[in-house]
Structure formats: C-alpha cells, structure tokens
C-alpha cells in the first residue's frame, strides 16, 4: 500500500463517532499508508518531519512542537469499536489510535507503534473496507470536511447515502453543538462540499430532507472525478462569475465578489471564519467583511490572497469584538 501512498481502513474505523482535529487526522492516514498489503503484523513506523511538515505543520513555527502534541493526543485519544458477537451480542473494543511513540528533540522525526488491537482492522483485510490516496486529504482545511469525505468515499459506488442530521453530527463529534440546522449547514456542510468539490476525486451535492416540520435528514449524491482535468477546478473555474451558486451566495454576502479570487481560495477563506468565529454567534460571512474592508485600508499589499488570508487568521479588524457589540 505504501507504493502508492493509500489509506486503508475497516468500514468499522470509518464509521468511529468523535472528533479529530485536522492534524491529528491527517498525521494518522500518514502513519496508516505506511501498511503495505501483505504486513501480517504491525512495524514500528518512522515519520520524517521533513515528510509532513509541507502539508501539516507549514503555519506552525514551532513544528517539533506541533508534531510532539500532535502524537501525544493521539496517543491519548480514546476509540470504542462495536461489534456483534457469534451469540449475537455486542461487544466493545476501547483503545487507542497508538499504543506508544518515540520523539528526541532535534531528530527530525517520530517514531510510532499502532496500537496492536487494531490489527483485524488495518491488517489483511478481506471485506468491509474504504481505501483512498493520501493526497486527497491533505489539502483539506476543516476536520469535519476529512470526516465527511471518508464517510462518503465508503458508499462511492453506491453513489448516495443518507444520514440522520443527529446521527451525522454525532459522528462529527458535534452532538452537543449547532442547535439551529442554519448554523450546522453554514460552517459544517457548505464548507465540506466546496471544500470536497475542489480538492479531492469527489463531487458531492446534498439535499435536505424534512421530518416532521424542520430538517432531519441530508441525502448525499457522490460522483468520482475521472480524470487529472478534473481536479485542475481552480484553474478552469477560476472568477467569481462562474462560482457555484451557494459559493457566490457566500462571497456576494462577504463582498468578496469583485475581489479577484477563485471558488477555492474563497472557501478557504470562510473555513479560517468559520474557525474564528464558531464559539462565538458571529456570521463568518460579515467576519470576512469588516476584515476586508480593514484591508482595504492599507498600502502596498503585493499579494491580496495571502494578506487577507492572514488578517483573517489573525482578525486584524477585530471584527468578533464589533460584531459582538463589545
């Protein structure tokens, strides 16, 4: 599997309820496509800083730090796997992503062991699982847009699935968040579609499905893109004219429209706002605005993309404090 840098899982791991953050996510399929296909028995399995650092420590100054807590979590993290017994009953696995991990400050790399229990589910597996290219997650900004394609990337041949809005936000580890569906959709679903739709081999829509008088389930249609022209989206759809209709919705309310942008750099963009305000009740959208218009403001910007980027990340304008009335 390694040949080919693919991450192979157990529809078991798939299907796990909880949440990661998109670091942790993207250092374990990392670790995971280091299996090759006729492993019996997990290796210890080194991962060079130099190997990751481009797509997942790249913002962080500190990135032995980032990469040390990043292991540390995982380490730590707790996993429950059910299954159905041979009598019919269910039983729980709870362990762990890793069972120990070796780091030495200034080496430049980790070293880590997969837990040992995980072995029916990441070793010789015969049925039941999901496979994928490592690339296709690593551009990937939200940890809800990685959960969200490998639970579609699953059901790719069936071309559809359906989930209970309770259920999926509970598989997100967002049961106890986003009370209002609104805000739900907002900053979880329309960020993992176009996120999806630009960066990786599928294309997905959504369709909202009532239950009673408010919304209790999303239908998802997938397609796989078929070819490398396919995934070129930012350079064949490059202006704001020719925007997916939510994404135009987004950037017109944003008063992004007639800022020179691509579908990708823009929802890129509302990912860092809806980062930057989800624990506060603040529209990403008007996030983006003040921060623009705070741009605006200065001289000599040689590149537009990058520097709003980074007064979004930092809230230059302070937009939260303004559109909190504080």
């Known amino acids: 599997m390694s040949e080919n840098n693919l991450v192979v899982k157990h529809n078991k791991l798939i299907e796990l309820k909880g949440k990661m953050t998109a670091l942790e996510q993207k250092f374990l399929a990392t670790v995971i496509s280091k299996l090759k296909t006729e492993d019996t028995d997990f290796k ?11 797509y997942l420590l790249s913002k962080h100054k500190d990135v032995y730090g980032q990469l040390k807590k990043t292991v540390s979590s995982l380490r730590d993290r707790k996993i429950e796997i059910e299954k159905i017994t041979a009598k019919g009953k269910k039983s729980f696995l709870i362990t762990g992503w890793l069972s120990s991990a070796r780091y030495e400050d200034g080496e430049g790399y ?23 290219e490592l690339r296709q997650i690593l551009e990937l900004k939200s940890t809800h847009t990685i959960r969200i394609y490998e639970l579609l990337k699953q059901y790719q041949t069936i071309k559809k699935r359906v989930f209970l809005v309770d259920n999926l936000k509970t598989l997100l ?10 805000n739900f959709e907002k900053r979880v679903l ?63 309310k944003s008063s992004l429209i007639d800022f020179k942008i691509n579908e990708k750099q823009f929802m890129e963009m509302y990912a860092i706002a809806c980062e930057m305000t989800n624990k506060f009740n603040v529209d990403p959208c008007e996030y983006i605005k003040l921060n623009y218009e705070y741009m605006q403001g200065k001289n000599n910007v040689t590149n537009p993309v990058a520097y709003l980027k980074t007064i979004l990340t930092k809230d230059g304008a302070n937009a939260r404090i303004k559109l909190l009335g504080l």
Request: net charge negative; with cysteine; glycine share 4%.
């Open 190 to 252: 329309v960020v993992a579609k176009q996120e999806i739709n630009t960066t990786t081999d599928l294309f997905i829509t959504y369709r909202k499905i009532k239950v009673g008088k408010k919304i209790g389930k999303i239908e998802f249609e997938i397609e796989r893109r078929h070819s490398e022209k396919d995934l070129e989206y930012a350079d064949a759809k490059m202006l704001c004219d020719v925007m997916d209709f939510n994404t135009r919705e987004l950037a017109e």
């Open 44 to 54: 210890e399995y080194t991962i060079y800083i130099s190997e990751i650092e481009q």
């Open 110 to 132: 980790v070293t880590v062991y997969i837990d040992p229990y995980l072995k029916p589910y990441l070793l010789e597996l015969q049925g039941q699982f999901t496979k994928y």
């Open 173 to 182: 580890g967002l049961e106890n968040e986003y009370s209002r569906f609104s």
